[in-house]
């Protein structure tokens, strides 16, 4: 099976159409830095104020959702963050950047198990960032030195190929956000002390999930219990690969975001 085919149909992120909500309200930016371009689409409070700070939530699609077009990113999770009790409740700048065609967000390897028609996946943590993550990290200070961003309440999630970039920035970054959402993904548990006592985590995967095996949610999971780390885990019986749609629908998701902040973690890692 061709590797490029594999990758798309691992991480995907079952492409889909976009629903009928208007996703218009998400401004579209194109974050440049020498050769790299990175697309992006921006989300503001409906009643923003440029003179006060608000958190800063980034989130990664999936494999599907690459490319240059601008929109594709949006398809799941964009009107989740317009939903009207969620902007009222939990005014915030929320971010989707868009990752390129042939790119992902972090490194790993993986094969395909032909016997068990299972895919085995090695998480491999290296120094230099990706190219596009290495532009979002850009972008995002780029708008921290705006003074519009509430530097204490920067929050990042993603799901599947963006749950994986989601562990990374965490380990790449520690401190830098004060908590994450990583969805059916996965990354290199060694770097479980890096993010103890900096950032907290809450991981989202199906019980079921045939092509990002919950294995790596658990690993990390434990991983992080065993240094003590701020985690909580929700895993989804008989649920596949797309269990972003129960994370959504998770009770209490945008209130546990919004209880973090870099104060509360410093408190945590200074008991």
Known sequence: MPSRFLLIFIFGGLMQAANAQDLSAYRKGNFIRGAGSLPYRIL?????????????????????QRGNDNA?????????FLKDSIRSRFPSIVLFP????????????????????????????QEKPKEYALLLKQLADSLVESGHIDT??????????????????????????????????????????????KTAVWI????????????????????????QADVK???????KHNSWVNA??????????FSKSRDSNRSLTNR
């Open 98 to 125: 868009q990752c390129g065609q042939n790119s992902t967000w972090s490194y790993f390897n993986f094969s395909f198990d032909t016997a068990r028609r299972r895919v085995n996946l090695i998480f491999t943590f």
């Open 152 to 197: 204490n309440r920067i929050y990042i999630g993603g799901l599947s190929l963006g749950g994986f970039g989601t562990w990374d920035f965490i380990e790449r970054y520690p401190g830098y956000f004060a908590a994450a959402f990583p969805i059916c993904g996965g990354g290199d548990t060694s770097c479980a002390p890096l993010i103890a006592g």
């Open 204 to 227: 989202f995967h199906g019980g079921s999930d045939p092509l990002v095996s919950v294995q790596y949610a658990r690993q990390y999971y434990r991983s992080l219990k065993r240094v």
């Open 248 to 257: 959504f629908k998770e009770p209490g998701l945008m209130e546990w975001l």
């Open 44 to 64: 503001y409070p409906e009643h923003y104020d440029p003179q006060k700070a608000y958190p800063l939530i980034i989130f990664l699609h999936g494999s599907a």
């Open 233 to 239: 885990y929700k895993e989804y019986p008989g649920v």
């Open 72 to 80: 594709r990113q949006l398809i799941h999770g964009g009107g989740f």
